[in-house]
């Protein structure tokens, strides 16, 4: 088997969602870790602690890559 799928992540307002992508463009796993809610100290401010969702990336990661139907030697890059 060569190294043809992508590792996607998505870092969005409520969760962080990894994702592998096989060539065709068909989504082979999906994990999804919610994150905590931004906070806003002031009216229209937005603030979100980067740690947050550095650590959502690396669970989403450890999830999605444990799921059997993932072949870690078949990704290609990770976006």
Do not use: K
């Amino acid at each position: 088997m060569s190294a043809d799928h992508l590792l996607a992540i998505d870092v969005g307002t409520q969760s962080v969602r990894a994702m592998v992508v096989g060539p065709d463009g068909a989504i082979d796993a999906v994990a999804r870790v919610p994150i905590v809610p931004y906070v806003s100290p002031n009216p229209g401010w937005a603030e979100q602690d980067p740690e947050v969702h550095w650590a959502a990336v690396g669970e989403a990661c450890r999830r999605v890559l444990a799921n059997p139907a993932v072949r870690r030697d078949a990704l290609a890059a990770v976006t």
